[in-house]
Every structure is written in structure tokens, then in C-alpha cells.
């Protein structure tokens, strides 16, 4: 005879209530009491009927994540890897999948989001890179739609987890400084996306505290497109090191900079974000701003549940901050002088 969540709860010695919150990831539940009920799940191999909770409960089981990128751009890139495979960990064993959709441009951005919207075929949303003025947000508010931001809202009453991008940034120039660069450029993704504005704030910070001129350059989020606009700005610009805004973007840099004869590591100082496992392609490796996207996913999607399962009804938006270190490889070290 199947075992039915009713019999989860019996075995463990806890309410039904109880049962559903361990299932949805609810990180209220005492952890002695969550232990006993997932050991009880997999003694009895207990598997939720997704479809009958999805009838009683008027629900998907879905959740949804749009990310916008050209045709191309996201191969390769392991933030989103890391992104998607965190978020598909996190919700294995719990009564929901992910759904991923992509988009091209802002049209079918907004489409997507106006079709999710009107037929309800996902139960929340979780929204990345998102814009100073975002109209995703904006639609999301107005439709009481439950959703997570990762990044910065820049409001109160969004429910969102994030780094202080502002202090990675301030954190990754400092290092450079007191490795002893002057001239430091800082290559950015899209204006106005706030992730990239908030690093560049950061960088801003510890340079004109140094006494130095900023040399700000934006590009498309990418591999090639970071490399055309590396090469631009080292032909033109020519900085001394680089802060880049991932690691992706960091090996797009890196490619411009051989291409123009510079020696890495050595020549050209180069730090970047998320710590990702193309910082060991360098020799030396690429030093590189740790994000901890594990929990920020985890924390995400822990959230969307919670908001989803109380059918948005949260006592208030909270803005969660995970906290985030230097990880110093041979990319940033001054070259010896004579050296080359």
C-alpha cells in the first residue's frame, strides 16, 4: 500500500504540518526534528503525489527562472551552471521542479513574463540580473505574483538575497592597490544592470581613496563580447590590471590581453568574481571575488518556497546578505621589475 504523507508524520512522531514544511525546505523546522522525518521519508521511500497536492492546492509544482542572453551566450558561462544546478539540488526530494526559459532581447522578455503571468504555469518566480529601472519587477508587484529577487531590489519591499556588491568591488580594487597597481581599469557588464553598477561603486570607492582616475569600460555580458571591449580598452586605456566582472568575462580579457603580447600573470593584474573553477585555466590562477552562489541560491529558493506555500502572504520583504571573500591567486601579484 502506498505510504501517504499521514503516514510520514505518524512514524515520525510529528504533525502533517510538519511533514509539508520539511518537504518545502523550511529552515524553521528544528533540525533534530527535520533529520527524523527525512529518515523516515527514506526509509519508506515516500514520494509525494505531486499531482493530487497540485489539484488541492491549484499549483504547478513549477517554479520559474528566465535568463536573458543572446542566441550562444550562455555556453560555457558557470554562473548560470552553478545557478541552475544549485537551484535543481536545493529542490530535489521537494514537491517542485524548475522551470527555465531564455530570452533573446527585451520583447521576448516581456512576453515571456506576460505569458507566466497569465496562465499561472509556474507558482513563482526566481529573478536575476536585475535593472535599475526593472518593469519585471514592476509587473510582478502589481500581479501579487510570489517571487525572489537575487541581486539588489533597491527597495524595502522586495523579498531578495544578494552579496554587497559594492563591497566585493571596493575589496577586489583594494587589492590591487596595495599590490601596488596605479593605473586600474574596471570592465563591466551593461550600464544600468546593478550588479555591474554596484561593483563598479565599489571600485570606484577604493580608487578615487587612492588618489587615482577611474577607467570604467562596460560590455556585453559574454566571452567574445568581453574580449573585444578588453581589447579596446587596453589598446587605448592601457591599465596596469583589470577588475572584471566575472570570471567568464575575466577569460574573455585574458584572450584580448595575449592577443596584444601581454604576459599573464605578469604583465597585467587581473581580479574578478564568483571564484568559479575557470579561475584554475590561468597559470597561476585567476584571483577571483567568492560569492557563496551556493547559499544564495539556497536562501533564494528556501524564501520562494516560503512566500509560495503562504500563498505570498509574508510578514515582510527581507533582504538577505551573504557574505563574500577574496580568493588571491597569481593574477594579481605585481610583476618584478626587469622581469619581462
Do not use: W
Not at 526534528?33 to 505531486?50: A, E, F, T, W
Not at 528566465?66 to 521537494?94: E, N, Q, W, Y
Not at 575589496?171 to 544592470?193: D, M, Q, S, V
Amino acid at each position: 500500500m502506498r505510504v501517504t504523507q499521514l503516514d510520514i508524520a505518524r512514524f515520525a512522531k510529528v504533525s502533517q504540518a510538519t511533514v509539508s514544511r520539511v518537504l518545502s525546505g523550511d529552515d524553521r523546522v528544528e533540525p533534530a526534528i527535520r533529520g527524523r522525518v527525512l529518515d523516515v521519508i527514506r526509509l519508506h521511500n515516500y514520494q509525494p503525489d505531486v499531482r493530487a497536492r497540485s489539484l488541492r492546492l491549484r499549483r504547478t509544482g513549477l517554479i520559474g527562472l528566465v535568463l536573458k542572453r543572446p542566441h550562444g551566450g550562455l555556453s560555457d558561462d558557470p554562473f548560470f551552471a552553478a545557478l541552475t544546478a544549485g537551484i535543481m539540488d536545493f529542490l530535489c526530494g521537494k514537491p517542485y521542479h524548475l522551470c527555465v526559459d531564455v530570452v533573446t532581447d527585451e520583447a521576448s522578455q516581456e512576453g515571456i513574463y506576460d505569458e507566466m503571468l497569465r496562465t499561472r504555469r509556474v507558482d513563482g518566480l526566481i529573478l536575476v540580473e536585475p535593472e535599475a529601472i526593472d518593469d519585471r519587477i514592476n509587473l510582478l508587484q502589481r500581479d501579487k505574483f510570489p517571487f525572489v529577487l537575487i541581486g539588489n531590489p533597491k527597495s524595502d519591499n522586495i523579498c531578495s538575497v544578494d552579496n554587497d556588491n559594492v563591497h566585493a568591488g571596493e575589496i577586489a580594487t583594494k587589492h590591487l592597490i596595495e599590490n601596488g597597481y596605479r593605473r586600474i581599469g574596471f570592465l563591466g557588464g551593461p550600464a544600468h544592470i546593478t550588479v555591474s553598477d554596484d561593483r563598479i561603486e565599489g571600485y570606484r570607492r577604493a580608487v578615487v581613496a587612492a588618489g587615482l582616475e577611474p577607467i570604467i569600460c562596460h560590455s556585453k555580458f559574454g566571452f567574445e563580447p568581453a574580449r573585444r571591449s578588453a581589447v579596446d580598452l587596453l589598446a587605448t586605456k592601457r591599465p596596469e590590471a583589470i577588475v572584471v566582472l566575472d570570471d567568464f568575462m575575466a577569460c574573455g580579457a585574458i584572450l584580448a590581453a595575449r592577443q596584444l603580447n601581454y604576459r599573464l600573470p605578469g604583465d597585467l593584474g587581473l581580479v574578478a568574481f564568483n571564484d568559479s573553477s575557470l579561475c584554475n585555466l590561468l597559470d597561476g590562477g585567476l584571483t577571483s571575488v567568492s560569492l557563496g552562489i551556493e547559499r544564495i541560491v539556497q536562501a533564494a529558493v528556501c524564501k520562494l518556497l516560503e512566500v509560495i506555500e503562504q500563498d505570498g502572504d509574508v510578514e515582510e520583504p527581507v533582504r538577505q546578505i551573504v557574505p563574500c571573500e577574496l580568493k588571491v591567486r597569481g593574477s594579481s601579484e605585481r610583476a618584478k621589475v626587469g622581469a619581462r
